[in-house]
């Protein structure tokens, strides 16, 4: 079976299997720690039966061992846990880019449920939701006690259906939402040419056959634009990740040579390098990639290798800094459980663990006012002037095309500043040919 790790902060899926019994032939313990893991276990046999006979209300064992069991993997750390049948088909589903839902990436910290990403054109992302925001009730009831799978399980529902969240953001009073439950089909590329000469590439989360998305992207633009492109705008703002695959393929579009990413885990010989096959499929373009707080795991992959490589400039805020893989591990018909199982690397060994990945430009949210400056006038507005024999219009726009697409640009700041620094680039470039010519 093809292995397939996905590097998602909730939605995660791994088509892998692990050999727990060859695991544990490696750690083998003395009789004097088997004895303490005995007495543990029948500790753990005594409580159950004592919850199961005292608690206030009637449990099932299945409720009592379900619950242990994720006790006892999200105690590990955040991203470890036990999912049920229900979630994880869920978590299959969306890997495939299609699953019902609010559109929301999400993980757990200090007891209540934080945004890590809404994903583009879902419910979540319509209503406003921002990275880094903190859901504290749901349906009025209280997110502090439950696990993160529990949280999660109550914000689905049938579609149509409407959940109302109660949102705190820092420095702001509670927020209340109510958000419709749709569908949730993901087009996780898309793109355009922005400034008339810029590709741009929106990447909202690393699902099945981006790479291909990418690739016909690039060549349709390269077809259609020739030799008129200036280089490559990557979007990764607010994308949580995806399967480990696809990142490591995108990196490997735009990289020659040289290593992409290494997963390390407690043993040595289980780490493994994936590296790059020569070809660069824009050629040398000068290419700006822009993350923010939401954008997490796979997408720090694909930042972190081109950053390393100095194929790109890094461009926007710190990113989310998820630096651990997770392996799903199907447990039957009892669902399957989500294992932290090793920390990746960047090329140059640098683990983003808890720090992130720390952008070459800074560049905070911002919104750019167009200001009109008055009546004004140029040489061209004198009845008699000489005109100008060269002059075409090579673009074919009208004014009010170019205002729309100026007051888009003005809307968001960020990906106006990458732009231009990719067309500052790419003039830069252009220098050291003419001069090495």
């Known amino acids: 079976m093809r292995k397939r790790i996905s590097l998602f902060t909730v939605s995660l899926l791994c088509l892998m299997m692990a050999s727990p019994m060859s695991q544990a032939a490696k750690n083998a313990k003395t009789p004097a720690a088997d004895a303490d893991t005995y007495e543990m276990l029948n500790l753990f046999g005594e409580v159950m039966e004592r919850a199961k006979v005292s608690y206030v209300e009637d449990v099932t064992d299945k409720k009592l061992i379900e619950s242990a069991i994720n006790g006892m993997l999200s105690a590990l750390d955040p991203h470890s846990s ?20 609010l559109g929301i990436e999400v993980t757990m910290e200090n007891g209540v449920v934080k945004v890590v990403s809404p994903i583009d054109d879902t419910p979540a992302s319509k209503a406003g939701l921002k990275p880094g925001d903190y859901i504290t009730n749901i349906d009025d009831e209280a997110v502090m006690g439950m696990t993160l799978n529990d ?97 490591v393929n995108v990196s490997d579009l735009f990289l020659d040579k040289g290593e992409i990413v290494s997963t390390r885990s407690r043993n040595e010989e289980d780490t493994v390098k994936y590296t790059a096959k020569e070809g660069d499929i824009a050629k040398g373009l000068p290419i700006v990639v822009m993350i923010n707080d939401g954008s997490a ?30 392996t799903v591990i199907p447990l039957g018909k009892f669902g399957a459980m989500r294992l932290t199982t090793a920390r990746y690397y960047t090329p140059s060994g640098r683990s983003i663990q808890a720090k992130g990945i720390e952008p070459d430009i800074e560049v905070k949210p911002a919104k750019v006012e167009i200001i009109d400056t008055g009546v004004g006038f140029s040489e061209a507005e004198f009845s008699n002037a000489l005109k100008n024999e060269t002059a075409v219009d090579k673009k074919g726009k009208t004014a009010d095309q170019r205002k729309a697409e100026a007051e888009e640009l003005a809307k968001d700041y960020q990906l106006s500043r990458a732009i231009d620094l990719v067309k500052a680039l790419n003039l830069y470039n252009q220098g050291l040919e003419e001069k090495g010519n």
Do not use: C, W
């Open 82 to 101: 036990f999912l049920d049948d229900q979630s994880f088909k869920y978590m299959s589903e969306q890997t495939k880019g299609k699953f019902g839902g």
């Open 151 to 247: 949280a999660v399980d109550k914000m689905r529902g049938k579609i149509g259906s409407k959940v109302k969240l109660t949102i705190r953001r820092l420095n702001e009073k509670p927020l209340e939402v109510t958000l419709k439950r749709e569908e949730i089909k993901i087009q996780s590329v898309k793109h355009s040419i922005k400034a008339d000469d810029v590709i741009y590439i929106r990447i909202s989360s690393f699902s099945d056959d981006v790479d291909n998305m990418i690739a016909k992207a690039i060549k349709e633009a390269k077809k259609k634009h020739g030799e008129k492109l200036k280089g490559v705008v990557i979007d990764l703002r607010n994308n949580p990740g995806g399967l480990l695959d696809q990142a």
């Open 297 to 326: 795991s796979a997408s720090e992959i694909v930042a972190g290798a081109l950053q390393d490589h100095k194929r790109a400039i890094i461009l926007g805020e710190k990113s989310f800094g998820k630096g651990s893989v997770q």
